[in-house]
């Protein structure tokens, strides 16, 4: 399985997008990195 988290993590770097504002209030940190 193809994991995504490069994928976003490219994409937020390219916005200007710190991790934090992305997961904040959303889902754990734990979570979005697995």
């Given at each position: 399985m193809i994991g995504y988290g490069k994928t976003v993590r490219d994409i937020r770097t390219s916005?200007?997008?710190?991790?934090?504002?992305?997961?904040?209030?959303?889902?754990?940190k734990s979570?979005?990195?697995?």
């Open positions: 916005k200007g997008i710190h991790q934090k504002d992305l997961y904040d209030n959303i889902i754990s979570f979005a990195i697995e």
